[in-house]
Each structure stands twice: as C-alpha cells, then as structure tokens.
C-alpha cells in the first residue's frame, strides 16, 4: 500500500504595499491562482514599525476576503494565508518568496520613484521565481514611430525580412523562423 502525496500545489505571493493599488495586485493573484487546480496564495505585506501590527493585520484580513469574495473565485481546493513581516519591504519580500518557494510574485509598481526606484525595481533582481509586476492600466507608453520602409518590407515578404537596405544592419545576427504546424523542428532540422 502506497501513500501518495498530493501533488504539490502552485505557490503564490502577492505582495500588497496597502496603497489604494493593492486591489489591483490581489485581482492579479487570483486571476492567476485561477489559471490552477490548486493554488497555495500568500499575501504578504511588510511593516516597519511593530506598533502598526494590529491595524495592518486586519487590513489585510479584510482586504484579502473582500478580494476573495469580490472576484469569486475560490475553489475548494483553494488555500490562502495573510503574512505580517517587519523590515525593509524589498527585502522581505525576495527573502520570502525564496523561503517560501514560490512559484510566482505578484507586485505592483505605481508611481514613479526617480531616484530610489520602487519596492518592485529592488525586488526584479532578487525574485527567485518569475515575477509578475502589475502596473496601472492608464500608465502612458510613448510610441516609437515605427520606419515606414521596415514596415512595407515585412508586409511584402510576409515577414521574411523585417529591416529596409536603411536599418539591416549586417554586423548584427538577427534570425527569424516561421514555426512549422507539424514536423521536427529540433537540432537544427528543417526549422533553420
């Protein structure tokens, strides 16, 4: 007789910095815990003094819940745990999700911090697993103009070549392959 053990649940951290942001950062966590049979969330939120310890305990109580309800998606096999850490957030967040394992940070990024950068900017280079950094969905992104010619040949050729005689630069090793619907496509076979 065998006693198999379940097979080990995604791990989620959804770090929430309790700025009007964090719904937006707990929408993501869930959405994302969604997308598996058995999620494990942890919603961690660092403090840095231990008297804003009670307070901030039933903040994120209440605002894990409601998310929890508002969004509607809890399954049975669901299982969610609040976290209260002391120090410096970036810190403790890394630190965390590498204790913890985790399979997935779920951080928000709002605002600009010019010269010291957001908790997410110090967090990036230490996540041990991949990160996904949630910002504001009106955040403007300057468009880059895009060369007409560059554009009129990918058109023309379908995509076989995406630069004008102006911007190939053949100095620079740039490839490109169509994936094939079916057939091999391994160790250099027909693909390249």
């Not at 007789?1 to 937006?24: C, G, K």
């Not at 096999?77 to 965390?96: M, N, Q, Y």
């Not at 900017?121 to 880059?144: F, G, K, Q, S, Y």
């Amino acid at each position: 007789m065998t006693n198999a053990r379940p097979a080990r649940r995604f791990r989620i951290v959804a770090a929430l910095d309790r700025s009007e942001y964090s719904e937006i950062v707990l929408e993501h966590a869930i959405d994302q815990a969604a997308r598996h049979d058995r999620p494990d969330l942890h919603f961690v939120t660092v403090v840095d003094r231990k008297d804003d310890v009670e307070a901030i305990k039933a903040w994120l109580a209440a605002e894990v819940m409601q998310g929890l309800e508002t969004f509607g998606r809890k399954g049975p096999d669901w299982r969610s745990r609040l976290h209260v850490l002391e120090g410096k957030p970036a810190d403790e967040i890394a630190t965390f999700a590498a204790d913890l394992a985790a399979d997935l940070l779920v951080i928000g990024r709002f605002g600009t911090h010019a010269k010291r950068g957001s908790v997410a900017d110090h967090v990036l280079p230490r996540a041990p697993c991949p990160t996904l950094i949630v910002n504001l969905m009106e955040h403007v992104v300057e468009p880059v103009t895009q060369c007409a010619a560059c554009a009129e040949v990918r058109e023309d050729s379908d995509g076989e070549r995406w630069f004008c005689a102006a911007h190939l630069n053949t100095d620079r090793l740039r490839l490109s392959a169509l994936l094939p619907l079916s057939g091999t496509s391994i160790h250099g076979g027909p693909l390249w």
